[in-house]
């Protein structure tokens, strides 16, 4: 059983009818742009009535105090870390055999990620499927976590805090999963802390630098040429947050619809649909994601773990614990799994999925928590 600690405060999120207010009256006095001027919906970004769509039903319909209800009845919490406050979601599992389990989102998503799955993962539905102890951590800067005021939380340092994190709630050994940032996150946890780390489940997977595509499958070098070309022509939203993240976050935090444009840009194109994000993603999900930001101005505190981590990751890290990887078909990365094998060491399930994209947790919620429970029951197994 975890052990209470003073050194975490139970929280609970309200925005002030002030903020939700001007929210409301920034929507409707803002100042947009003239219409795209190509055909294929997309080529240049957000399409200006997708927008106007989007913005009108933030404004007049979206329901913000659901998704706070939400939260605090997962169950929030705080603590304090290297000078820093953590926010994080905890959810006990009833069952007597649960695992300790830590999700870290990523880059533009949040703790909104998880909000659909965090129920069946602590007490699923089916009793012969493992059930989880599950901690969601907010990253710095990110949502209700605090912001730094200096350099160094790169991914090393929040790993380390993970760890720190997890052992005050009593959970000196734990499964970590993470996708984006969160998996990056998930493989230093891995590598630098394997008395601690049971096991992991990834949707990311990187391997070692220099790694050559001979003897890769057709599909494997294709998946290198996408991520290629993803990065040589698809990733100026990088190159900015890892170079000027205060400058585009002037805009970030005074313009929700500059905000708005900046992230459903990427889930319009990292989700595995033909149009529009909505195909498979829900409008509401995507504004709670969006107005998180917005409510805890973390738009410029957020974009400075590209400047802190970007291509960051050692080449010389290997994980040597357990780990279950999931390339799904339509996300951004996709890692052949011979360059995967590099430094993931102990690899005991690897799949790839039919349909889903960077965010399968929102894409394809029940499929995504299938994978990770049968994912971290083969970590679990070959820990025995």
């Given at each position: 059983?975890?052990?209470?600690t003073?050194?975490?405060?139970?929280?609970?999120?309200?925005?002030?009818?002030?903020?939700?207010d001007?929210?409301?009256?920034?929507?409707?006095?803002?100042?947009?742009?003239?219409?795209?001027?190509?055909?294929?919906?997309?080529?240049?970004?957000?399409?200006?009535?997708?927008?106007?769509?989007?913005?009108?039903?933030?404004?007049?319909?979206?329901?913000?105090?659901?998704?706070?209800?939400?939260?605090?009845?997962?169950?929030?919490?705080?603590?304090?870390?290297?000078?820093?406050?953590?926010?994080?979601?905890?959810?006990?599992?009833?069952?007597?055999?649960?695992?300790?389990?830590?999700?870290?989102?990523?880059?533009?998503?949040?703790?909104?990620?998880?909000v659909?799955?965090?129920?069946?993962?602590?007490d699923?539905?089916?009793?012969?499927a493992?059930?989880?102890?599950?901690?969601?951590p907010?990253l710095?800067?990110?949502?209700?976590?605090?912001?730094?005021?200096?350099?160094?939380w790169?991914?090393?340092?929040?790993?380390?805090a993970?760890?720190?994190?997890?052992?005050?709630l009593?959970?000196?050994?734990?499964?970590?999963?993470?996708?984006?940032?969160?998996?990056?996150?998930?493989?230093?946890?891995a590598g630098?802390?394997?008395?601690?780390?049971?096991?992991?489940?990834?949707?990311?997977?990187?391997?070692?630098?220099?790694?050559?595509?001979?003897?890769?499958?057709?599909?494997?070098?294709?998946?290198t040429?996408e991520?290629r070309?993803?990065?040589?022509?698809r990733?100026?939203?990088?190159?900015?947050?890892?170079?000027?993240?205060?400058?585009?976050?002037?805009?970030?935090?005074?313009?929700?619809?500059?905000?708005?444009?900046?992230?459903?840009?990427?889930?319009?194109?990292?989700?595995?649909?033909?149009?529009?994000?909505?195909?498979?993603?829900?409008?509401?999900?995507?504004?709670?994601?969006?107005?998180?930001?917005?409510?805890?101005?973390?738009?410029?505190?957020?974009?400075?773990?590209?400047?802190?981590?970007?291509n960051?990751l050692?080449?010389?890290?290997?994980v040597?614990?357990?780990?279950?990887?999931?390339?799904?078909?339509?996300?951004?990365?996709?890692?052949?799994?011979?360059?995967?094998?590099?430094?993931?060491?102990?690899?005991?399930r690897?799949?790839?999925?039919?349909?889903?994209?960077?965010?399968?947790?929102?894409?394809v919620?029940?499929?995504?928590?299938?994978?990770?429970?049968?994912?971290?029951?083969?970590?679990?197994?070959?820990?025995?």
């Amino acid at each position: 059983m975890p052990r209470s600690t003073s050194d975490v405060q139970a929280f609970e999120a309200h925005a002030t009818d002030a903020d939700l207010d001007d929210l409301r009256a920034r929507l409707a006095a803002a100042r947009l742009p003239e219409a795209e001027t190509v055909r294929r919906r997309w080529d240049q970004g957000v399409p200006l009535a997708d927008l106007v769509d989007v913005v009108d039903y933030w404004r007049t319909e979206y329901d913000w105090r659901s998704f706070e209800e939400r939260l605090d009845r997962i169950g929030q919490f705080r603590t304090t870390i290297d000078g820093l406050g953590i926010h994080f979601l905890h959810r006990r599992s009833p069952r007597a055999d649960a695992t300790p389990l830590i999700l870290t989102h990523g880059w533009p998503g949040s703790i909104a990620e998880f909000v659909d799955v965090v129920d069946e993962l602590a007490d699923p539905s089916d009793a012969d499927a493992p059930a989880f102890h599950v901690v969601a951590p907010s990253l710095p800067g990110f949502g209700y976590s605090d912001k730094p005021a200096t350099t160094g939380w790169g991914t090393e340092k929040i790993a380390a805090a993970w760890v720190d994190l997890m052992g005050r709630l009593g959970y000196g050994r734990f499964a970590a999963h993470g996708g984006d940032w969160g998996g990056n996150i998930t493989t230093v946890l891995a590598g630098r802390f394997p008395a601690h780390v049971l096991g992991i489940h990834t949707t990311f997977a990187e391997g070692p630098p220099g790694l050559t595509t001979d003897g890769l499958t057709a599909l494997e070098r294709k998946w290198t040429e996408e991520t290629r070309d993803f990065w040589h022509h698809r990733a100026a939203y990088a190159k900015q947050q890892a170079t000027r993240p205060q400058t585009i976050g002037y805009s970030l935090v005074d313009s929700p619809v500059g905000l708005l444009a900046w992230i459903l840009d990427k889930f319009a194109e990292w989700s595995d649909t033909e149009d529009s994000p909505f195909e498979t993603i829900s409008r509401d999900r995507v504004l709670d994601d969006v107005t998180l930001y917005w409510l805890t101005r973390t738009g410029a505190s957020a974009a400075r773990i590209y400047h802190e981590s970007h291509n960051s990751l050692d080449p010389e890290l290997r994980v040597d614990v357990p780990a279950a990887i999931s390339m799904y078909p339509r996300d951004i990365e996709k890692c052949p799994r011979p360059w995967a094998q590099e430094r993931y060491r102990q690899i005991v399930r690897w799949r790839s999925p039919e349909a889903g994209g960077h965010f399968p947790s929102l894409e394809v919620p029940e499929f995504f928590v299938k994978d990770l429970q049968e994912g971290l029951a083969a970590v679990l197994a070959a820990r025995r």
